[in-house]
């Protein structure tokens, strides 16, 4: 069992940026991290993802460019630095993780059924 914590979420104004984290309990097990989005009445979306073992990226196309996603593989964490930040981004963050029985292109394509272990949750509200 893994358990994931993310943490960095809170209030901005459109064009702002946040920095959000995720800590896992162990990452031996692990193929990727990743960070998906739920906005209310909507289903919940993929974001990025990032390999555990060789740190490879992967974007949802809408956030290419402005989201940003790395690791910091000694302390188990992934960060998602998100820059210029527009009132449609306003959802819960969460992060999750792939095993590394995943195929990667399960990982690349960010699809929610392939992420085995999730967080509880950060809120991102992007207000004036």
């Known amino acids: 069992q893994v358990h994931l914590a993310e943490s960095g979420g809170g209030l901005v104004q459109p064009g702002g940026s946040l920095r959000l984290s995720c800590a896992a309990s162990?990452?031996?097990?692990?193929?990727?991290i990743g960070w998906f989005r739920q906005a209310p009445g909507k289903e919940r979306e993929g974001l990025s993802s990032?390999?555990?073992?060789?740190?490879?990226?992967f974007y949802k196309d809408s956030v290419k460019g402005r989201f940003t996603i790395s690791r910091d593989n000694a302390k188990n964490t992934v960060f998602l630095q998100m820059n210029n930040l527009k009132p449609e981004d306003t959802a819960i963050y969460y992060c999750a993780a792939a095993t590394d029985a995943t195929p990667l292109v399960h990982i690349a394509n960010l699809r929610t059924r392939s992420y085995d272990y999730w967080g509880q949750g950060t809120q991102v509200t992007v207000s004036s």
């Open positions: 990032i390999t555990v073992r060789d740190g490879k990226t």
């Open positions: 162990s990452t031996s097990a692990l193929g990727a």
